[in-house]
């Protein structure tokens, strides 16, 4: 059997959503948010800035996202 690597960024989060006791759903839809993040940014999370949050959640809300669905990036 092989091991993907998981980043420490990742493994940080999956150990927060973890402690809070989120079920499998959820750390799998945060994950994939994140992961749309990312894309959105064109580099690592890591590196974004509250403002490249806010230009994420404009895009998100533009591209007919719901608001509890944006809210969920406050927990993050």
Known sequence: MTETAISP???RMID???VRHFVEKT??????????????????PETASPEDMRQFQLH???SGVTP???S?????
């Open 9 to 11: 960024l990742r493994q």
């Open 68 to 70: 509890p669905s944006c």
């Open 60 to 62: 998100l809300t533009e």
């Open 16 to 18: 927060d959503m973890t």
């Open 27 to 44: 750390r799998t839809d945060y994950i994939r948010q994140v992961r749309r993040f990312a894309a959105f940014l064109g580099r690592s």
């Open 72 to 76: 969920s990036w406050n927990l993050i």
